[in-house]
């Protein structure tokens, strides 16, 4: 479980590697949840499997990125603990793929979108050059990879005739998904397809 992972502090080189392992860990995770939408949920338009094969494909590019990293400080993926918060919210959301893109690219990559600021501030400091670089490109291409599941979130919702923000109010209810917390990357969130309405909200939670 999440809060059984020992936190990372970035001031000694085992807290920065634990923190570049649960990178890793998330994007390992990332990879099998991509596929595993474009493999479980049948009847969907061809855009949609090529969207979430191409985002695989990045999200095994990010991964190579953090494990060539992470040896570089001495470790391997594997030697730390890591939490299967990810794939927990693939199990509950394997029966809808309005719900998988709700509750996964929109709930938890989006969150990686708020936290990476915070993360970048922090290897900064640590003076992990490299790292900052690595986080770029992983936020450059995330945006993308959240703003895929909101595209098909939306033309989920439209299909279905039902209306896009509150169905997404509602299922975070439904489904108890982590809860949101500030500070928001609203910039990144509003490039990722969250609408002005939805961005007000997050901004008054």
């Not at 479980?1 to 990332?30: K, S, W, Y």
């Not at 061809?46 to 494990?67: G, I, K, R």
């Not at 029966?95 to 501030?121: K, W």
Request: proline share 7%; with cysteine; hydrophobic share 50%.
């Amino acid at each position: 479980m999440p809060q059984q992972v020992p936190r990372r502090r970035t001031d000694t080189l085992a807290g920065r590697a634990a923190l570049v392992h649960a990178l890793a860990h998330i994007e390992f995770n990332a990879i099998n949840l991509a596929l595993d939408a474009a493999h479980r949920f049948a009847g969907m338009p061809p855009a949609y499997y090529a969207d979430w094969l191409s985002v695989a494909d990045e999200e095994a590019q990010h991964f190579e990125l953090l494990n060539t990293h992470l040896a570089t400080l001495g470790f391997a993926y594997g030697d730390f603990p890591a939490h299967n918060g990810l794939w927990n919210m693939a199990l509950k959301t394997a029966h809808d793929p309005l719900v998988r893109m709700a509750l996964v690219p929109r709930v938890l990559e989006a969150r990686g979108l708020d936290a990476t600021p915070l993360i970048v501030d922090k290897l900064k400091a640590a003076k992990d050059t490299r790292m900052v670089e690595i986080l770029a490109i992983i936020e450059r291409d995330e945006i993308g990879h959240v703003a895929i599941g909101s595209r098909w979130f939306g033309w989920l919702c439209a299909a279905r005739g039902v209306q896009p923000e509150a169905t997404f109010r509602q299922l975070l209810v439904d489904y108890d998904a982590p809860p949101l917390k500030p500070p928001f990357n609203l910039a990144a969130r509003r490039q990722a397809g969250f609408s002005e309405p939805e961005l007000d909200w997050l901004s008054g939670l």
